[in-house]
């Protein structure tokens, strides 16, 4: 546990770090939209490219990771489909928990797969983002407008604005580079590598100063229905596929990582365009991040606990 609270420990700081540069408006909340577009368009492709062009794709074993995630994820949706009734009455608030539930902050997950797994961590991250999120961004899309609150022109501009995602684009052209034999040559591999060492740091500062805490005033079930998913539910499932699948130590521990990350905080830019219930959204960024704290040393630890 102690050497688990050590890795994550400084991931947490930087995050806390930006919720009090939130408060003392430091610097003014200008400056950290703009960071936030610099970090995204930038930094975070760079280093998704100069790790993915690089990588010795042979350190990890990526199909049985990529097909445990993908499956739980499916999984996941259609259930909450099945039981938004149950769940949720009110489509925008269940479009809050539908997105509470499926969407993962990169962040977080690739500076805490960096800090347990190394090089073979960050590899293992790095794919599993290529993958997860366009299928976490589709299902997100089509939630929307199977719950009648954009109609087809949202899903049309939602999949093109897809296609334009810097994550995205980052991945593919980190992947083709590596997969062609050209990988980066000259300046480029050390130009790429210092830039993306910004990405994360600087980025789980910003996690911080987007959180809000006064949204997590009056929550209701919803809300802990989310949480009890992302940090309950989804890792259980996580745990056991993995270990009936029989991955190994790092495919395993970046599923479940991943499985159990907060919410992204785009997650509430979506729930204001698309009609949903953004207070509530704003909340369950907020609480599932500072409840991650707390939780994942915990998954982690028990994940290295087992035979």
Same mark, same amino acid.
């Given at each position: 546990?102690?050497?688990?609270?050590?890795?994550?420990?400084?991931?947490?700081?930087?995050?806390?770090?930006?919720?009090?540069?939130?408060?003392?408006?430091?610097?003014?909340?200008?400056?950290?939209?703009?960071?936030?577009?610099?970090?995204?368009?930038?930094?975070?492709?760079?280093?998704?490219? $100069?790790?993915?062009?690089?990588?010795?794709?042979?350190?990890?074993?990526?199909?049985?990771?990529?097909?445990?995630?993908?499956?739980?994820?499916?999984?996941?949706?259609?259930?909450?489909?099945?039981?938004?009734?149950?769940?949720?009455?009110?489509?925008?608030?269940?479009?809050?928990?539908? %997105?509470?539930?499926?969407?993962?902050?990169?962040?977080?997950?690739?500076?805490?797969?960096?800090?347990?797994?190394?090089?073979?961590?960050?590899?293992?991250?790095?794919?599993?983002?290529?993958?997860?999120?366009?299928?976490?961004?589709?299902?997100?899309?089509?939630?929307?407008?199977?719950?009648?609150?954009?109609?087809?022109?949202?899903?049309?501009?939602?999949?093109?604005?897809?296609?334009?995602?810097?994550?995205?684009?980052?991945?593919?052209?980190?992947?083709?580079?590596?997969?062609?034999?050209?990988?980066?040559?000259?300046?480029?591999?050390?130009?790429?590598?210092?830039?993306?060492?910004?990405?994360?740091?600087?980025?789980?500062?910003?996690?911080?100063?987007?959180?809000?805490?006064?949204?997590?005033?009056?929550?209701?079930?919803?809300?802990?229905?989310?949480?009890?998913?992302?940090?309950?539910?989804?890792?259980?499932?996580?745990?056991?596929?993995?270990?009936?699948?029989?991955?190994?130590?790092?495919?395993?521990?970046?599923?479940?990582?991943?499985?159990?990350?907060?919410?992204?905080? $785009?997650?509430?830019?979506?729930?204001? %365009?698309?009609?949903?219930?953004?207070?509530?959204?704003?909340?369950?960024?907020?609480?599932?991040?500072?409840?991650?704290?707390?939780?994942?040393?915990?998954?982690?630890?028990?994940?290295?606990?087992?035979?």
């Amino acid at each position: 546990m102690l050497a688990v609270s050590h890795a994550l420990g400084p991931l947490f700081l930087l995050i806390l770090t930006g919720v009090v540069l939130r408060l003392l408006r430091f610097p003014d909340p200008p400056f950290w939209a703009s960071a936030e577009r610099f970090i995204y368009f930038l930094l975070f492709p760079a280093m998704l490219v $100069s790790t993915l062009a690089t990588a010795d794709f042979s350190q990890v074993a990526f199909t049985g990771m990529i097909s445990l995630l993908t499956t739980l994820l499916l999984l996941l949706a259609a259930a909450l489909w099945l039981l938004r009734h149950r769940l949720e009455p009110d489509s925008a608030s269940f479009s809050s928990l539908f %997105q509470g539930a499926l969407r993962f902050n990169t962040y977080v997950g690739l500076a805490g797969a960096a800090a347990l797994y190394g090089d073979a961590g960050i590899t293992a991250a790095a794919v599993a983002i290529a993958v997860m999120v366009p299928l976490v961004n589709i299902l997100c899309v089509l939630m929307f407008v199977a719950s009648d609150n954009h109609g087809a022109a949202g899903l049309w501009r939602a999949l093109k604005a897809l296609t334009r995602n810097p994550l995205l684009l980052a991945c593919a052209a980190g992947i083709a580079l590596n997969l062609s034999g050209i990988g980066l040559p000259g300046w480029s591999q050390d130009t790429l590598a210092l830039a993306g060492r910004a990405a994360l740091p600087l980025g789980l500062i910003a996690v911080g100063v987007a959180l809000q805490p006064k949204a997590l005033r009056g929550t209701g079930n919803t809300f802990w229905y989310a949480c009890l998913i992302k940090f309950g539910v989804l890792p259980l499932l996580a745990l056991l596929g993995g270990k009936l699948l029989g991955l190994g130590s790092v495919e395993l521990g970046v599923v479940v990582l991943f499985a159990a990350l907060p919410t992204a905080t $785009s997650a509430y830019i979506l729930a204001r %365009q698309m009609g949903g219930n953004a207070p509530l959204m704003a909340a369950i960024i907020t609480g599932q991040t500072l409840l991650a704290m707390a939780l994942l040393p915990l998954w982690i630890t028990l994940l290295n606990m087992l035979p």
